[in-house]
């Protein structure tokens, strides 16, 4: 349970619900670029800095918080993301490499 004391800004980990994105310590430099370049398309769908959380629970992995996230203009980032190619749809089976991916071409990666 947290306390929020009036007029105070909160900061919280969110994952968004439903997405697999490449990590920005990932195995190859690949995934790292491509790990840069979704967190700079997160951070522009976000820009104005306030987002809606919906169907907020806990993940089965380490505590982690998931939620379906809107942004700006009531933006689902989970389908902008994917729209973008920037994630791919994740349903809790194994993670899928990014090393070696043809998405590195699409958004223009050596």
Sequence with gaps: ???IWPGHD???HIRIRGIDAPELKGKC???RQLAL???AQL???VS???VQLQQVARGKYFG???AQVSGNNRVDLKTALLESGHVRAYGGRKRQSWCGEDKAARLNLP
């Design 10 to 12: 909160v900061k919280a």
């Design 43 to 45: 951070q522009k769908l």
């Design 37 to 39: 370049r979704a967190r």
């Design 1 to 3: 349970m947290a306390h």
């Design 48 to 50: 104005g800095g306030h």
């Design 64 to 66: 982690r918080v998931l």
């Design 29 to 31: 430099e690949q995934e």
